[in-house]
């Protein structure tokens, strides 16, 4: 493949209403939180390989996809005109967390990445293509599965976020009514061990150890620098730490000359 970069333009999100976007294939969106995604690149039909096919490969922030210039698909600029609208409306009106719109236009990214490799080249537009290339999407994430290339949890994952996006791009709640839904495994969830009784006492130790000292030196109006006393597990120097009145306010004991 003969890939190479292409002139990209940055767009804050949400776009402004009153903003026209003339190429959309150099748009590149970004969010508030300052990740971005290269939704101009789908106007071409051959672009930079993904690393893994249901996540996308990674790309510098704010740099376009390498795409094969001559691949430019025409229908696909107003459908990517109307992706770039849907996802600044979703921004403003879903109530949705920016991450979780990011997260999901991200998936569906990749999702029409494979579409795109398979002759869906009209999805966007065309309900029922659309439909058929979830259907074996969905068929292909169940073979990664069995391969294990990937977990059934993540296949589950990046299926519901493109059954969300679709949904709500084509205003359809029943879209996937007919697609064969890839449950959650529950066993496979890995849940967040709660720290042991030993690491609470630590911690707790540790507050209000601080908590004592900086609410002495400031009820007795003590001098800097003042001592902290700290807990023994720390290690430290007389079991010291020091509060200097500085940008820094806390200094470990072997740096300082205090100690």
């Known amino acids: 493949m003969n890939l190479e970069r292409r002139i990209i333009q940055v767009y804050d999100l949400p776009i402004h209403s009153n903003i026209t976007i003339l190429r959309p ?8 939180q300052g990740k971005t995604i290269d939704i101009g690149a ?5 672009r930079q390989p993904t690393a893994k096919s249901h996540l996308g490969v990674k790309r510098i922030s704010n740099e376009g996809r390498l795409v094969q ?6 229908p696909r ?3 990517v005109r109307r992706l770039i609208t849907f996802i600044s409306e979703h921004i403003i009106h879903s109530g949705k967390r920016i991450e979780t719109i990011r997260d999901m236009i991200s998936r569906s990214v990749a999702f029409i990445f494979w579409a795109d490799q398979n002759k869906f080249y009209d999805l966007l537009n065309k309900k029922e293509i659309a439909k058929l290339a979830l259907i074996q999407y969905t068929q292909y994430l169940k073979e990664k599965v069995s ?7 993540s296949a589950s994952r990046q299926q519901s976020s493109v059954i969300t996006f679709l949904c709500d791009f084509f205003e359809d709640d029943e879209f996937a009514i007919g697609v064969n839904i890839i449950r959650i495994n529950q066993k496979l969830k890995k849940s967040t061990q709660p720290p042991s009784e030993d690491s609470q006492a630590k911690v707790l130790s540790l507050c209000e150890n601080i908590f ?8 007795e109006h003590k001098q800097y620098p003042h001592e902290l006393n700290m807990p023994t597990y720390l290690n430290f120097p007389n079991n010291k730490l020091w509060i200097f009145p500085a940008e820094s306010w806390f200094i470990h004991p072997l740096k300082s000359d205090v100690c």
């Open 25 to 32: 294939e150099q748009v590149v969106v970004k969010f508030p």
């Open 42 to 46: 789908l106007c071409y039909l051959i």
């Open 69 to 74: 210039i001559d691949s430019v698909y025409e």
């Open 77 to 79: 600029k107003d459908d």
């Open 147 to 153: 391969r294990n290339e990937i977990t059934i949890n």
């Open 212 to 219: 004592d000292g900086i609410v002495s030196f400031i009820l």
